[in-house]
Nanobody, 116 residues
Framework: VQLVESGGGLVQPGGSLRLSCAAS????????MGWYRQAPGKQRELVAT?????????NYIDSVKGRFTISGDNAKNTVSLQMNSLKPEDTAVYYC?????????WGQGTQVTVSS
């Protein structure tokens, strides 16, 4: 399984970025897809996840609710994160995550820097 992320970069406070992740080598049904982030000196934290199948759920960390939107496409094995109203505290390396039959797979990470 390989996850390839794109879309990170430098943006001013209040700006927007869209992160995308494409998964390949998938041979089992995806149970969940999501985004995590890790800021310097801090632990990796969940940003947003979406579970697949009927009755799928979406969850966000409180600090991004109303600003970030996650969307997954099971047919294409892709997941995106639209980030609006970005704040300096959103600065981190963002990692794509896919869970297959209870096993987590990670992308290489993409840097998001919010600074004036």
């Amino acid at each position: 399984v390989q996850l390839v992320e794109s879309g990170g970069g430098l943006v001013q406070p209040g700006g927007s970025l869209r992160l995308s992740c494409a998964a390949s080598g998938i041979i089992f049904p995806i149970q969940s897809m999501g985004w995590y982030r890790q800021a310097p000196g801090k632990q990796r934290e969940l940003v947003a996840t979406t579970t697949t199948g009927r009755g799928g759920t979406i969850n966000y960390i409180d600090s991004v609710k109303g600003r970030f939107t996650i969307s997954g496409d099971n047919a294409k094995n892709t997941v995106s994160l639209q980030m609006n109203s970005l704040k300096p505290e959103d600065t981190a390396v963002y990692y794509c995550n896919v869970n297959l039959v209870g096993i987590d797979y990670w992308g290489q990470g993409t840097q998001v820097t919010v600074s004036s």
